[in-house]
């Protein structure tokens, strides 16, 4: 058996982790050769690649990162370095040339796109879900997310401490271009007085009423913002865009911009604070490192049974797999039936909404969290 491998997307705490279970796993289990591919896609067009070894894989899974690289602008059905061009049939050549068994591929929904455009010209896959926003389709967790949650939640006790002795209001901007999760999840554990999400665009009078009324009580506010959030009828804070990426659109600056438009209105300092890139980097956590590896495993356990065209999941506790093609280009987002966003709502923190009323009083049994 000989398998490829590679790491498409944005970089994210724990992919090494894969990288060595995946390899790890088919040539201890199944005596396979495993080959890595170098910056994601751009490894199979521009032919750089490797032999992975047993000691390649080993005393990686603490780092953060990945050894083999990774890239957003290698989309081979419109390859940046080529004005464009389609060159997804060099990757097939490629493909056949080395006799590979298949390819098992670390990205998100974009990641997952290709590779199914890809498993139709005859290139098997097998997908691992990737991504620190949480936001791919039909998995309940992605490696990366909880390392992501746990530097916001830190960044937020810390704006605590500094928001309470100047009396300020301190606004935290987490990454999240389309799902709010992280803001969500750090919001929730760091106590948060206000999270906005994508998913629920906000009223700025409802965040001045909330912002005004701790003036008179507790004397600061703590604000966890996604970067996708908007206010209603309004759009996202675009960055910047860059079309030779698989995704253009760069967000980035709604927590300055929500500073500018709450000084006018409030008697209080503002200062915010954006995470950026920190929250990719660095050690990925333990949960983060036993979920990866365990995707890893299963991966290999997928490519060895032949279950090519699908993606290793998690559901309701349970390692599975799903179609690639229902992961294309889709994302999870936060629904307002969340258990999150319910015990938000029933401790008083508000979703900058004067309409949103969450049911929290009588639950039931059996609610489930996302």
């Known amino acids: 058996m000989k398998v490829g491998i590679l790491t498409g997307g944005g970089d994210c705490p724990g992919l090494n982790a894969v990288i060595r279970a995946v390899s790890k796993a088919l040539i201890l289990q199944h005596g396979a050769e495993v080959v890595g591919f170098k910056d994601a896609f751009e490894g199979m067009v521009e032919r ?83 991504t620190i926003d949480n936001d791919v389709a039909h998995t309940d967790m992605t490696f990366g997310f909880d390392t992501a949650v746990s530097i916001a939640t830190e960044a937020i006790d810390r704006l605590h401490t500094t928001g309470q002795s100047h009396n300020r209001v301190m606004i935290l901007e987490t990454m999240g271009r389309y799902s709010g999760w992280i803001a969500l999840h750090a919001g929730l ?49 675009v960055r910047e865009t860059d079309e030779s990426s698989t995704d253009p659109v760069r967000l980035g600056g709604v927590g300055n911009v929500l500073k500018q438009q709450l000084e006018s209105r409030l008697n ?52 599975t797999s799903v179609p690639l093609e229902s992961v294309a280009d889709t994302n999870r987002r936060v629904p307002e039936d969340s258990m999150y966003v319910a015990s938000a709502a029933a401790v008083g923190t508000s979703f900058g909404r004067s309409d949103f009323d969450i049911e929290v009083a009588d639950l039931g049994d059996d609610v489930p969290l996302i």
């Not at 370095?81 to 929904?109: H, K, M, Q, T």
Request: glycine share 12%; aromatic share 8%; with cysteine.
């Open 189 to 237: 554990a760091g106590g948060a007085d206000v999270i906005l999400l994508p998913e629920f665009p906000y009223e700025l009078d409802e965040i001045e009423r909330v912002c005004a009324q701790r003036e008179d009580r507790q004397e600061f506010t703590i604000i966890a913002v996604a970067e996708g959030a908007r206010p209603v009828g309004g759009d996202m804070t």
């Open 48 to 130: 750089r690649y490797s032999k992975l070894d047993y000691r390649d894989v080993s005393g990686i899974l603490t780092r953060g990162g990945t050894i083999l690289g990774t890239s957003n602008k290698a989309n081979p059905f419109e390859y940046h370095a080529r004005d464009g061009e389609d060159v997804s049939d060099e990757i097939v050549d490629l493909y056949r040339e080395l006799e590979l068994d298949g390819v098992v591929a670390i990205g998100g929904d974009g990641t997952m796109s290709i590779c199914h455009r890809l498993q139709e010209k005859g290139v098997n896959f097998v997908g691992v879900p990737k």
């Open 268 to 319: 209080s300092e503002i200062r915010t604070t954006v995470l950026g890139h920190i929250q990719r980097g660095g050690t990925p956590t333990s949960f983060d490192r036993r979920l990866a590896t365990n995707f890893g495993a299963y991966a290999a356990s997928l490519v060895a049974r032949g279950s090519y065209g699908r993606m290793v999941a998690l559901q309701d506790n349970h390692l």
